[in-house]
Every structure is written in structure tokens, then in C-alpha cells.
């Protein structure tokens, strides 16, 4: 069986944490606190992730703040900010990035023309807009056009 994950802290650092939790004027450091708070209170780190916070996180996020906060004190909880965990989410798919930075680089091609050309013989479009993207990459097929700006699937 794992071992719950704990913390324990110094009473200067517990005071720190109830000033950030009660007086910061970012919503995201005072829930982070919090809960970084009620785990070092003893609560589970699962529990406090589903009822103990604003509303419902993963279990990965919570423990995420709580290694922030271990590597770098509350100054970890403030830095990273909502979006992703420690690290942001590129550096995990740096070949995504690269795949995509790639096809952009290119420029709109024979998929794009495909999506927009008014005939098919037309010219290929010469900017990009949502819908070329969109039909240049092969993982965005499944998004809206208006998804493919903001990042949310159909």
C-alpha cells in the first residue's frame, strides 16, 4: 500500500501560507494555499483535491502545489500559474510543438488549399487562418474551427 503523502511545517511557514491564503489578492494563491494548508493539517491530499478546495481537481494538480511549494516555498505556488503543471505542458510534447511549429513554418499547403480554395485548381491560400490549421494538422481535425483557437475539441 502507498503512503499518504504529508507535509510538515515549520510555524513560520504556516504562518506564511495563512497570510497568502487570507490576504493575497489572486484567487488561484489562496486556494493553493489552502490546500497545501489542509495537507499539512493531515487531511488526504486525494480528499483535499476533490472537496477540500474551490471546486473539484484532479489529484495530480494538488500534489503538483504541494511539490511547488516543497522546491520552492510559496513563491512556487504564486510563479506557476493555472494552465498546466509545473513545467507547462510543452515541455512534456516538445515534438508536438515542433510538428506544429514545423507545418506553420511551411506555410499553408495542398490541405489548406483542399479546405479553402474557391475551385480545386485554385491557388493555395498564402496566410493561415483557423480553418487552414485546422486542415493542415492532422491531430486538429477533430476541433472547430473556433475550438482550434481556443484549444477545445467537438
Known amino acids: 500500500m502507498a ?32 490546500a497545501v494548508l489542509k ?5 488526504a491530499p486525494h480528499a483535499v483535491a476533490r472537496q477540500g478546495v474551490l471546486k473539484p481537481r ?3 494538480t ?14 512556487g505556488l504564486v510563479a506557476h500559474q493555472q494552465g498546466g503543471t509545473v513545467g507547462g505542458y510543452f515541455e512534456e510534447c516538445e515534438a508536438v510543438q515542433e510538428e506544429l511549429l514545423e507545418t506553420l513554418r511551411a506555410g499553408p499547403g495542398e490541405a489548406a488549399r483542399r479546405e479553402v480554395a474557391v475551385t480545386k485548381t485554385g491557388p493555395a491560400p498564402s496566410r493561415w ?21 481556443h484549444g477545445e475539441r467537438t
Open 3 to 34: 503512503r499518504r503523502r504529508t507535509l510538515r511545517l515549520k510555524t513560520r511557514e504556516q504562518r506564511e501560507l495563512e497570510y497568502y491564503r487570507d490576504h493575497d489578492g489572486r484567487p488561484y494563491v489562496r486556494e493553493r494555499c489552502s
Open 39 to 43: 495537507v499539512a493539517a493531515g487531511e
Open 58 to 60: 484532479d489529484p495530480d
Open 62 to 75: 494538488l500534489y503538483g502545489w504541494v511539490t511547488a511549494y516543497e522546491e520552492e516555498g510559496v513563491a
Open 129 to 149: 487562418t483557423l480553418r487552414t490549421i485546422r486542415a493542415s494538422v492532422d491531430w486538429l481535425t477533430d476541433y472547430t474551427v473556433s475550438g482550434v483557437g
